[in-house]
């Protein structure tokens, strides 16, 4: 079993910054490929960035390119989202998950989801 914690939403304005953390219970951390997605209101959740199942390649959504980097830390069984140069459309509730398949994301089973944080970026 794993749970996820997500932290580290907030309010900012566009252009700003935030860093996301989602923290991993179990011991088991290492065997998961961890991504993150987010969801607007009224939209369907999406994938905004993942580690591949090894962790050696990352995968990005087009509109969060350059702007967004996910990294990890496995000693610490955490997740991180960067998050630069913010935009109003980047306002949503964001969550990580985590999958045991080896398939790149998003396309991947998820086996666990955080219960996400918000994040709103003002114009």
């Known amino acids: 079993q794993v749970q996820l914690v997500e932290s580290g939403g907030g309010w900012v304005q566009a252009g700003g910054s935030l860093r996301l953390s989602c923290a991993a219970s179990?011991?088991?951390?290492?065997?998961?490929?961890m991504d993150w997605f987010r969801q607007a209101p009224g939209k369907e959740r999406e994938f905004v960035a993942g580690?591949?199942?090894?962790?050696?390649?990352?995968y990005y959504r087009d509109s969060v390119k350059g702007r967004f980097t996910i990294s990890r830390d496995n000693a610490k069984n955490t997740v991180f989202l960067q998050m630069n140069d913010l935009k109003p459309e980047d306002t949503a509730v964001y969550y990580c998950?985590?999958?045991?398949?080896?398939?790149?994301?998003?396309?991947?089973?998820?086996?666990?989801w955080g219960q996400g944080t918000q994040v709103t970026v003002s114009s």
């Open positions: 998950a985590a999958s045991s398949t080896r398939v790149p994301p998003p396309g991947r089973l998820y086996n666990y």
């Open positions: 179990g011991r088991t951390f290492s065997s998961y490929a």
């Open positions: 580690f591949s199942f090894n962790g050696g390649n990352t």
